[in-house]
């Protein structure tokens, strides 16, 4: 069965650290880029970062740069997401995406999500 699996959520204070995992199952993961996005109850999906096929390359959103690290091991078929200094504004539902490449009739493929909470 395609499909990714998210883990690592939780709940900690402002100043600590998590790592979210996405496991991809049933596809060749080695061949798609992949993003983790965030969201919060009544606001839109948003992109949080980006990373290549070959992990060479990689992209975030302004208010995380410096803060999260995406990483993948494609001999694992695993992403990561390091996120270190949470702030309360990082509180969220954290999702792993597999994006279509462009041109192809692959589906956007979706987990499905691991809850994130940063409070005092």
């Known amino acids: 069965q395609v499909q990714l699996v998210e883990s690592g959520g939780g709940s900690v204070q402002p100043g600590e650290s998590l790592t979210l995992s996405c496991i991809g199952y049933g596809f060749t993961f080695r061949r798609f880029a992949m993003n983790w996005y965030r969201q919060v109850p009544g606001k839109e999906r948003e992109l949080v970062a980006y990373i290549s096929s070959t992990g060479d390359l990689m992209n975030y959103q302004p208010s995380v740069k410096g803060r999260f690290t995406i990483s993948r091991d494609n001999a694992q078929n695993a992403m990561y997401l390091q996120m270190n200094s949470l702030k309360p504004e990082d509180t969220a539902v954290y999702y792993c995406?597999?994006?279509?490449?462009?041109?192809?009739?692959?589906?956007?493929?979706w987990g499905q999500g691991t809850q994130v909470t940063v409070s005092a």
């Open positions: 995406n597999r994006p279509p490449p462009p041109g192809s009739r692959v589906d956007d493929l």
